[in-house]
């Protein structure tokens, strides 16, 4: 499924990448024409996003592949290297999920929803260092959320395995800083995004799920995956000033911020419709193999979907708003003084 193409750039693997964030983040690397390794489950999903990848004008390679799977994950990885060459940037997209009461979930479906969404993390970044560290030289991007943080009622699943990752990604950090490695891994957590997801994860809910607003569309989340990329010097990217006050609001009141979600967190993931009964689900297997239907990059929410984020604009340019911050404070230091002489 390579086309053969101009372009030089770097080889970017992206789990995940048949749908979603992952399907808008490999259309955003394909604007900078550069070889894109696209690792998912779903057949429909993956031969799109190569047609997408491509009529940008860049290399595209699909390569079916369940992350939750270690050999597979390393398979996947041989191939790209074989096929584009060493890998430049490695991003961690992919995951699955159950809305439900933590009681409703079971065992298996916590195991599945921690190997995909948790350790699918661990196993890619394991395979990007593997390749990364002779050279000396690579960059990993872990696509989190708010939620790494803070655990919401409805995803008991989904937030054990996102703090994981975010426990995951610190202590690989320290490690890397610790052997003076120019290896590079970062984060990026995101609030509500429009995406598939709410479509196809297994749901025990009476209504549709829903992101709880603001929503944003999947582009926002991708323009913070390369800026990320292309910048990951830092620990860690918000996006949303959704994510930025649930973040913060959890650091200073985490026990009220409980009773607030507990009052609020189960009808604001539902919308008034009831859940369709035959609601496709992507937990054992890919939605769009069941009727070679391909979801896309976004969701059912595209009417109530921001297409931009100050907040995201704020934590790429954060030196330039604290230079700014600097001066205002200096000047109005400078005021003060020279009122107090007067």
Same mark, same amino acid.
């Given at each position: 499924m390579v086309k053969s193409t101009p372009a030089s750039g770097r080889v970017v693997v992206i789990t995940g990448a048949s749908g979603g964030i992952g399907r808008a983040v490999a259309r955003t690397f394909a604007t900078r024409r550069d070889k894109i390794a696209l690792l998912?489950?779903? @057949?429909?999903?993956?031969?799109?996003? /190569?047609? =997408?990848?491509?009529?940008?004008?860049? /290399?595209? %390679?699909? /390569?079916? *592949?369940?992350?939750?799977?270690? =050999?597979?994950?390393?398979? !996947?990885?041989? *191939? /790209?290297?074989? *096929? %584009?060459?060493?890998?430049?940037?490695? #991003?961690?997209? !992919?995951? *699955?999920?159950? +809305?439900a009461p933590f009681t409703d979930i079971t065992a298996a479906e916590y195991t599945r929803v921690t190997e995909v969404s948790y350790l699918g993390y661990v196993y890619g970044t394991k395979a990007a260092l593997t390749r990364m560290r002779p050279r000396d030289a690579g960059t990993i991007v872990q696509v989190g959320s708010a939620l790494a943080y803070r655990? #919401?009622?409805l995803q008991s699943a989904y937030c054990g395995a996102k703090h994981a990752v975010q426990g995951f990604h610190? !202590?690989? @950090?320290?490690?890397?800083l610790h052997d003076k490695s120019r290896i590079r891994v970062t984060m990026v957590q995101m609030p509500a995004v429009n995406t598939p997801q709410f479509s196809w994860v297994l749901s025990r809910l009476p209504r549709q799920a829903q992101p709880v607003p603001p929503i944003f569309q999947p582009e926002v989340a991708a323009r913070?995956?390369? &800026?990320?990329?292309?910048?990951?010097? @830092?620990?860690? &990217?918000w996006v949303g000033a959704s994510t930025a006050v649930t973040l913060a609001a959890n650091a200073i009141a985490p026990g009220l911020l409980d009773r607030y979600l507990a009052v609020t967190g189960f009808s604001s993931q539902q919308t008034d419709r009831p859940r369709h009964p035959h609601q496709p689900q992507n937990l054992w297997q890919p939605a769009d193999d069941t009727d070679g239907h391909?979801?896309?990059?976004?969701?059912? +929410?595209?009417?109530?979907?921001?297409?931009r984020s100050g907040q995201l604009w704020a934590s790429e340019h954060h030196g330039l708003l604290g230079g700014a911050a600097g001066v205002l404070a200096g000047a109005v230091t400078i005021l003060l003084v020279r009122q107090r002489r007067g």
């Open positions: 998912a489950r779903g @057949r429909a999903g993956l031969e799109q996003a /190569v047609r =997408e990848v491509q009529e940008a004008g860049a /290399v595209a %390679l699909a /390569v079916p *592949t369940d992350v939750a799977d270690p =050999e597979q994950v390393e398979r !996947a990885a041989t *191939t /790209v290297e074989n *096929t %584009l060459g060493p890998i430049d940037i490695w #991003i961690n997209v !992919a995951f *699955t999920s159950v +809305f655990g #919401i009622p610190e !202590a690989l @950090r320290c490690e890397l913070a995956v390369l &800026y990320a990329a292309e910048h990951p010097r @830092r620990r860690e &990217y391909d979801f896309g990059a976004h969701g059912i +929410f595209d009417e109530k979907a921001h297409a």
